[in-house]
């Protein structure tokens, strides 16, 4: 189940179900998303990217789909393993080598 | 993917005192760097984006003379804790891009910055 704490929302799931994370993005001239896997006292890690002029992207177990009409972002992880346990974020940028903003964040938790 | 080493990874110092943490670009050459602050159980915060060369861009709230910033090399971003106070302290995370315009961001590991 879904459930929103002090911060963070956090998402429970079983070990082997598929995942599926969400995102709202504010900036309609973004252009470039990311999605990053943060795990305790480490620095983001790179997941996967999409580009506005798609609407979905696959990697491996992950897939990212963008909604420009309404803003959003969402992170489908397939098979979700203990080791998926991490908060992860979306982050957007405009065009230009302008900065990532990140979204607000998503706790993960595989329950074995 | 390309590397990004922060360091210190770990430091605690004391009221008052300055505290320098290193960003490197190791296999790639960074002409922007950009470093976020990250509060427990939130989200990463830009505080400034880092030029190569020039004056970094501090984003609103952030005191750049309590922040410095020097990028001095294509690999190198420094970021200085100056006259830290308890309330500064936080994780502090950098970022690199190997190529201009909008491509994927490479983050170092994070700096946990404790003032007692």
């Known amino acids: 189940g879904e459930s929103v704490g002090l911060h963070l929302p956090t998402l429970s799931v079983q070990e082997g179900d598929n995942s599926i994370i969400n995102c709202a993005y504010s900036?309609?001239?973004?252009?470039?998303f990311i999605w990053y896997k943060q795990e305790s006292g480490k620095g983001p890690q790179f997941i996967i990217d999409?580009?506005?002029?798609?609407d979905k992207r696959q990697g491996q177990r992950v897939t990212v789909l963008l909604n420009k009409t309404v803003k959003h972002l969402s992170l489908q992880i397939a098979a979700t393993q203990p080791g998926d346990s991490a908060v992860y974020f979306c982050?957007?940028?405009?065009?230009?080598?302008?900065?990532?903003?990140f979204g607000k964040g998503t706790r993960l938790s595989v329950i074995a | 993917g390309a590397v990004v080493s922060q360091h210190p990874s770990r430091v605690i110092c004391k009221s008052g005192t300055s505290v320098k943490i290193e960003c490197r670009s190791l296999?790639?050459?960074?002409?922007?760097m950009f470093w976020y602050r990250q509060f427990p159980k939130q989200s990463l915060m830009l505080m400034a984006t880092?030029?190569?060369?020039?004056?970094?861009?501090?984003e609103q709230g952030v005191e750049k003379d309590k922040f410095l910033i020097n990028h001095a090399s294509l690999t190198l971003s420094t970021l200085t804790v100056t006259s830290a106070h308890p309330e500064d302290s936080s994780f502090y995370i950098c970022?690199?891009?190997?190529?201009?315009?909008?491509?994927?961001?490479?983050f170092g590991q994070g700096t946990r910055l404790t003032v007692v």
């Open positions: 982050a957007e940028a405009s065009s230009g080598n302008t900065p990532l903003v």
């Open positions: 999409i580009r506005s002029n798609m």
């Open positions: 900036n309609s001239a973004s252009d470039y």
């Open positions: 970022s690199a891009r190997a190529h201009r315009g909008n491509t994927e961001a490479f």
């Open positions: 880092s030029n190569e060369g020039s004056k970094a861009t501090y």
């Open positions: 296999d790639f050459q960074a002409t922007t």
